[in-house]
């Protein structure tokens, strides 16, 4: 499995790199007690039940059942085989590697990608450097600096020029060896239907490099420098890019976000580069697409608290309701900041400056059902009755939405002492428009028979042996004279067949003289199952003292189990003679069963 990695290296590299810190890339991670808690990166959920424990270097969602160490985290998580999954860890642990396995080509597909980030890395750095240091970039430069481009800025997000030539990116790409047809596929060039020559996609643009999460650049935005259209030109989706999963200048953000405890979500890359300049660090974009389900369970894996700013104007407004929307039921605790009309965040930091923005745009946001009742008054003459009912029972549509009681109840309060109305009649509509919209959500329901299940079914009390089993195991893991113990008294006659395997491979990592290590031997198993498995076992909280009887305890309801079955089926034999008035091979039978339950207590 490791390759031509020696052993020693692959258990440097795992003992040495702390899954509480790579999990914390993807996962917004609280401590308690012993443990770490998040939400599940492998399934959507509200509440944690992703748990991380530092001192065994495992995982395990009690959820979805997702579960391992830390290779297999990253191999589920980013879709790395092994040997990626080992050269991605050296890095961060600066742990080096023997130099063959930088020779490891790995799969077609795996070399595809790794072309197209090497061909995004190299045109990102070129277009920057056309930008800032050739007369070709010129013009471009002193529009982002009349934009309020610093060189900071610029520099930070590593923006750049694609000059107004059919072969610029082509020719350098073809100069580094570069496959042309890769390059094409990963959206940098375009071909020639006539004669298949490729061609720069991206000409007069200044470009904005987007990265993924770990950031390495994967995509392009290019905004065409004076007239042209289209005024945006985006990468296309690729092997790498996936537009819809991810979120512009996370990954500079993160640590920022983590810190304030709030993600600002605004509309596109200016933006975002605007609101870093402003102290804004917290700042992300959704790639100037509607927030996905991905994209807003992302932020949620990360933080609660989000606000949402995007433009001005209808497009806008509609944009925030529709993401605030995905983000609620993401679990994500929203405001919305309103902007002035007909400005963007960028316009009003170039027009009032850093510190109002913060303090009178992101500071003053308002939470989804304020902006919606914003929203609704305007364009309204409350002082028409006519207008005024129309009003307030789109509010109570609205209000009626909330799923909280407190929230609808502080709302209608307000209707009431805003309108002078009684909050009794309120109330009494409101309810009527919560029946009505129950009413369609469960007809909606109804003619959906493929909704979406729940990826978790709720917990089964579990027979006796069964948890017999886990706790025997969860005990040999953590003890090697209590797996010696068991391997003598039960040997491989568990009666689930997981526990079975998994009580083979504990013997046979013991007789290779390891120690006990959950995260080193859940690196021994080759079956997702059995990792699943073993790591929820050694997620357990047993007794660390367990004395002898408790011990034979466990091991007496694993051998007895068969035996009672022995009972149970014997008690079928004696019922079907009684029933063919066979009494005395009834009379018989119940003997044996007396018998062999005599056997079962003295054992």
């Given at each position: ?9 692959i258990e440097?590299?795992?003992g ?5 810190e790579v ?16 939400l599940?990166?492998f399934?959507g ?9 530092p ?30 999954t ?16 930088g020779?490891h ?8 990608k ?5 061909a995004h890395?190299?045109?990102?750095k070129?277009?920057h ?6 007369r070709?970039?010129?013009k ?17 997000f590593?923006?750049?020029f694609a ?5 610029f ?8 060896n570069?496959?042309?047809d ?5 959206g ?7 004669d ?48 819809g ?8 953000a ?19 580069t ?15 697409t509607?927030l996905t ?14 606000v ?13 309701m529709k ?14 900041a ?10 009003y ?17 308002q ?12 364009g ?18 609205e209000i009626?939405?909330l ?13 009431a002492d ?13 309810f ?7 009413k ?9 028979n ?7 079914t709720s ?15 969860a005990?040999?893991m953590r ?5 010696q ?9 568990f009666?689930?067949?997981?526990y079975?395997?998994?009580a083979?491979?504990?013997?046979s990592?013991?007789a ?12 021994k198993?080759?079956?997702s ?16 003292d ?5 011990l ?38 119940a ?13």
């Amino acid at each position: 499995m490791a390759g031509k990695i020696p052993e020693e290296t692959i258990e440097k590299i795992r003992g040495t790199a702390d899954i509480v810190e790579v999990i914390s890339d993807y996962v917004q991670l609280k401590k308690q007690g012993r443990n770490y808690f998040g939400l599940c990166p492998f399934h959507g959920e509200k509440t944690p039940s992703f748990s991380v424990a530092p001192d065994k270097q495992i995982f395990h969602c009690f959820g979805c059942g997702a579960g391992g160490n830390v290779f297999s985290f990253l191999m589920d998580m980013e879709g790395f085989s092994f040997i990626e999954t080992i050269q991605h860890l050296s890095q961060k642990t600066g742990i080096e590697l023997p130099e063959t396995v930088g020779e490891h080509k790995g799969n077609q597909g795996s070399r595809d990608k790794e072309v197209m980030f090497k061909a995004h890395d190299f045109l990102a750095k070129l277009y920057h450097h056309s930008l800032i240091n050739t007369r070709q970039g010129e013009k471009a430069l002193e529009y982002l600096k009349q934009r309020g481009f610093t060189e900071e800025i610029i520099k930070t997000f590593q923006i750049g020029f694609a000059p107004d030539s059919w072969d610029f990116a082509t020719g350098f790409l073809q100069k580094r060896n570069f496959p042309l047809d890769k390059a094409a596929s990963a959206g940098l060039l375009s071909s020639r239907d006539f004669d298949g020559k490729y061609f720069d996609r991206f000409r007069n643009r200044v470009m904005f490099p987007i990265w993924d999460h770990k950031g390495q650049v994967i995509a392009f935005g290019g905004r065409i420098l004076g007239e042209g259209e289209p005024k945006y030109l985006n990468s296309p989706e690729t092997k790498i890019f996936h537009k819809g999963k991810f979120l512009y200048g996370f990954h500079m953000a993160r640590s920022h976000i983590r810190k304030k405890q709030q993600l600002v979500l605004l509309e596109g890359y200016v933006d975002v580069t605007a609101a870093h300049g402003a102290g804004i660090q917290n700042a992300v974009a959704s790639l100037g697409t509607a927030l996905t389900r991905d994209q807003a369970e992302l932020i949620r894996r990360h933080v609660e608290s989000v606000v949402i700013c995007y433009d001005s104007d209808k497009a806008g407004l509609n944009a925030a309701m529709k993401a605030s929307e995905e983000l609620g039921k993401a679990g994500c605790y929203v405001k919305i900041a309103r902007m002035p009309d007909k400005m963007d965040p960028d316009d009003y930091i170039q027009k009032y400056g850093a510190e109002r923005f913060k303090s009178d745009v992101i500071g003053s946001a308002q939470t989804v059902m304020a902006f919606k009742m914003d929203t609704l008054r305007k364009g309204k003459n409350l002082s028409d009755e006519g207008e005024r009912i129309k009003y307030i029972e789109e509010v109570l549509r609205e209000i009626s939405s909330l799923e909280k009681a407190v929230e609808r109840d502080h709302y209608l309060r307000q209707l009431a002492d805003e309108f002078s109305l009684s909050l009794s009649a309120l109330k009494q509509q409101q309810f009527q428009f919560y029946k009505q919209q129950k009413k369609r959500d469960n007809a909606s329901k109804t003619r959906d028979n493929n909704s979406r299940k729940k990826i978790y079914t709720s917990k089964r009390l579990l027979p006796a042996f069964h948890n017999a089993e886990k706790i025997l195991l969860a005990h040999m893991m953590r003890d090697l004279d209590i797996a010696q113990q068991v391997q003598e008294e039960i040997g491989g006659a568990f009666n689930i067949d997981e526990y079975s395997a998994l009580a083979a491979y504990l013997y046979s990592y013991y007789a290779e003289g390891n120690q006990p290590d959950a995260g080193m031997f859940i690196e021994k198993l080759n079956d997702s199952t059995l990792v699943k498995a073993a790591s929820e076992i050694a997620m357990m909280n047993v007794n660390q003292d367990i004395s002898e009887r408790e011990l034979k305890d466990y091991i007496k309801q694993v051998l007895s189990y068969p035996k009672r079955l022995q009972i149970e089926e014997k008690e079928i034999e004696k019922k079907e003679a009684e029933q063919r008035q066979d009494f005395v091979l009834a009379a018989k039978i119940a003997m044996e069963i007396l018998e062999m339950k005599k056997n079962l207590k003295s054992s």
